[in-house]
């Protein structure tokens, strides 16, 4: 019986672009109408590593934040539900959300949709600006729109790094234009589909418009309509100008646009549709009534690249990412916990636990082998080393036959040290945070301490005693500190301080009781009614699950949340 073979679709290409965007990026997404920028970001928000918010700007920037405030609940956006309930201007209401975009906790990505539209306006036009000119913090932001000049400007002045994507990473694939005429219901030729796909330059409205005119039998009005009006817009006589033969010569910065945008195609060497020289996708210029292919264009108008690369210097150093799942970085690579033996990875574990990161071999045995003969033991220690050894170093064979080898992990003496000049844990670099905190505590640096704890330690090897140990002892720092700066923070009246507090707390263990119900009373006083019936209902269960009685204000606010409830399914 012969099996049907299962297709795995690709990933559009524009998440693999904005898989790229890191913490502080802006993403620049520009095309002209029918490429389904929007809808393109939205499928790659449901798999992304943090919450989406939009801004969707087409009726102006008050309209757009009250839509995101209400839709946010006052969930990640404190600052901005505040000053909607307050009632404050555009510019107040848009400075919070830049304020909660910057928040320590906040790591969020924010997509603006319509940026084109919303920097017509000079009240737009600035939040954009500030919103880009503004140091980089740990979110992550997405502009919607055609690529008007106003948005190249904002990029090119912008502190945050900026990633350009354009048409070419829009264009819908064979499969999908299969798809697209599949529910058209089109039973033409497959090489008519192909050749229709090309000529829309990948342009799925484009596409799919088409595929209803053929369908119905109609003529081309409402092709060549939403092409002359949504599609090409205002750019219709900068084309005409460039497909004369005597036209204007164009630079290639303006080509380079102007392919962004999907009104262009660049020549075969550089774009999978192209043909010999610039052209301009089939359908629009017979929209237009223009020749295909431009009048003037210079030798050089290639496709610039956006950024030329850095070198990067490689450096011997290892860094030990110990808090959360084990990953080290060395000498360019990335090594993840997976990768190396059970028993190494307890090794690094409990080296990381020692005063300076030594250990006796008799204590680093009696640790990892506590029943192991002594020869037996040491033959295991060995070899745990050794490995160790092979995954910071591949070449460490080789280089230990010349004589040569990086020394990371030593063993000599009766002692296993790790060496301090080439060897640097997460966790090590916490403990000096929380000693340097507890000294004097600067708001700087409790940030950077908790911007530096992404898990709890050890987490391959939970159940070792020493672990625990250390483990705990990391978890109890963390939350005297968050603690006593959230109870500062609350006592001069910076409630916002202390709701980033409570709720980075919450991230790192969300069983604390003590502190969701610290987050829940907090919330409430806020205004974020919603909110705090959240964190209130996870108090009381995890209060009761230690057999604590909530108090009679944390009660109250988880029995509304459960009379909300079945209103809202009646």
Request: net charge negative; glycine share 6%.
């Amino acid at each position: 019986m012969m099996r049907t073979p299962r297709v795995h679709p690709a990933r559009p290409r524009i998440d693999a672009a904005l898989d790229d965007l890191t913490d502080g990026g802006l993403a620049l997404i520009c095309g002209s109408a029918g490429y389904g920028k929007s809808s393109a970001v939205a499928a790659w928000g449901i798999r992304a590593d943090r919450p989406m918010r939009w801004l969707r700007a087409s009726r102006g920037l008050d309209d757009a934040l009250h839509l995101a405030a209400d839709e946010d609940d006052g969930a990640r956006l404190p600052r901005l539900a505040r000053a909607v309930r307050q009632r404050q201007t555009a510019a107040v209401c848009a400075a919070a959300l830049i304020a909660d975009l910057s928040a320590p906790h906040s790591e969020l990505i924010l997509v603006i949709d319509d940026a084109d539209a919303l920097a017509e306006s000079p009240e737009g036009l600035a939040f954009l600006r500030a919103l880009a000119e503004r140091a980089p913090d740990r979110s992550r932001v997405a502009l919607i729109g055609r690529r008007v000049a106003q948005l190249r400007l904002i990029a090119a002045r912008a502190k945050r790094q900026v990633m350009h994507i354009g048409a070419a990473a829009l264009r819908v694939t064979p499969r999908q234009t299969r798809q697209i005429a599949e529910a058209k219901g089109w039973s033409g030729a497959p090489t008519a589909l192909e050749e229709a796909r090309r000529a829309a330059a990948g342009n799925g409205g484009i596409l799919a418009t088409w595929l209803d005119q053929m369908r119905e039998g109609g003529d081309r009005a409402e092709l060549d309509e939403f092409i002359r009006r949504d599609v090409v817009g205002g750019s219709g006589p900068l084309l005409a100008r460039l497909a004369h033969p005597a036209g204007e010569e164009a630079n290639p910065e303006l080509l380079h646009a102007l392919w962004e945008e999907g009104l262009l195609i660049a020549p075969a060497d550089q774009d999978e549709l192209g043909e010999t020289g610039w052209t301009i996708p089939r359908f629009i210029a017979e929209t237009l009534n223009l020749p295909r292919h431009l009048g003037a264009v210079p030798d050089s108008a290639g496709i610039a690249p956006e950024h030329s690369p850095v070198p990067r210097v490689v450096s011997p150093v290892a860094l030990i990412h110990d808090l959360g799942p084990l990953s080290i970085e060395v000498a360019g690579r990335r090594i993840e916990g997976t990768a190396i033996r059970p028993r190494s990875v307890a090794l690094l574990h409990y080296l990381a636990t020692r005063p300076r990161h030594a250990a006796t071999r008799d204590e680093a045995i009696d640790a990892l082998w506590p029943e192991a003969e002594a020869q037996a033991g040491l033959n295991s220690l060995n070899q745990a080393i050794y490995h160790l050894r092979r995954a910071l170093d591949p070449d460490y064979d080789l280089a230990l036959q010349e004589g040569s080898p990086t020394p990371y992990i030593r063993h000599e003496a009766e002692m296993v040290t790790v060496n301090l000049d080439l060897v640097s844990f997460d966790s090590a670099q916490l403990r000096s945070t929380l000693d340097a905190v507890r000294r004097r505590a600067r708001v700087d640096q409790i940030d950077d301490l908790l911007d530096s704890y992404l898990g709890p330690f050890g987490v391959e090897v939970p159940f070792e005693p020493w672990a625990e140990q250390h483990r705990s002892a990391l978890d109890v720092g963390i939350f005297a500190v968050i603690e006593r700066e959230m109870v500062a923070a609350y006592s001069v009246g910076d409630i916002d301080r202390a709701i980033d507090l409570a709720l980075r707390a919450v991230r790192i263990d969300p069983t604390d009781g003590a502190m969701l119900e610290h987050l829940a009373l907090l919330l409430e006083e806020s205004g974020s009614i919603a909110g705090a019936r959240r964190a209130a209902a996870r108090a009381v269960s995890a209060l009761r699950e230690m057999d604590i009685a909530p108090n009679p204000a944390l009660q109250r606010l988880s029995a509304q949340l459960h009379r909300v409830r079945p209103a809202l399914q009646q």
